[in-house]
Structure formats: C-alpha cells, structure tokens
C-alpha cells in the first residue's frame, strides 16, 4: 500500500520561495509523481509532474517558476516554487501512481493522494 507524506507548506510574500517535498512509502521502483493544487473553490488542478522514466511536464502557469524533481531513483520528489504569486495560494497535493511512463498532469491517472499542504502567498 502506497502512502505519500508532503511537507513544506507555508505562508510567504509574493515573491518569494517555497519548497514542497514528498515522500512515498510502500513501493521501491520508481513511480510517476505530481503536484496538484485545489484553489479556492475550484476544481483539483495539475501543477507539475514526474514520470518514472524521468520526464516532466509543467502547467503553463508555473512554466519557469516551478521545478519538479525526483531524489534519484527513489519515490522522493520535491516542488521548487519560485517568484510565488498571491494566485498560487492552494492546497497543495502530491500524487503517486505505479505507472512509469507518465501520467502528466490529470488527476484520474494518479491513484494515490496525499493528505495536501497549505500554501499562501499575500
């Protein structure tokens, strides 16, 4: 059974930087990972994403501010968030499938879900 722990929510400026990491437990061989984000009121949003095989796919609002990555071959990524604005303000969801080849950034492929992270930007 695969259980994922984010950590590294908070509340900044705009401007500044976060980091969110994810950990996942449960399984040794390298998944496809993303980061989804709920807004206020809106539906659960893709925000990047990591293929097992290593490729990534962004969404055109964080395009050049974000940066997914992965620790190695192992089921450990992390969302750098730079140059934050006050619209990226959401709850912040790391997802896991057993998938290896992508599952981009659509919230049906992804079958595991973390408990979510509260980021703020004001």
């Known amino acids: 059974h695969v259980q994922l722990v984010e950590s590294g929510g908070g509340s900044v400026q705009a401007g500044e930087s976060l980091r969110l990491s994810c950990v996942a437990s449960?399984?040794?061989?390298?998944?496809?990972m993303g980061w989804f984000r709920r807004l206020p009121g809106q539906e659960r949003e893709g925000v990047a994403a990591i293929a097992g095989d290593g490729r990534t796919d962004y969404a055109d609002s964080v395009k050049g501010r974000f940066t997914i990555s992965r620790d190695g071959a192992k089921n450990i990524i992390a969302l750098q968030m730079h140059s934050l604005k006050p619209e990226d303000t959401a709850t912040y969801y790391c997802a896991a499938d057993l998938g290896y080849y992508g599952g981009g950034r659509v919230c049906i492929n992804y079958k595991y879900w973390g408990q979510g992270t509260q980021v703020t930007v004001s």
């Open positions: 449960g399984y040794t061989l390298p998944m496809n």
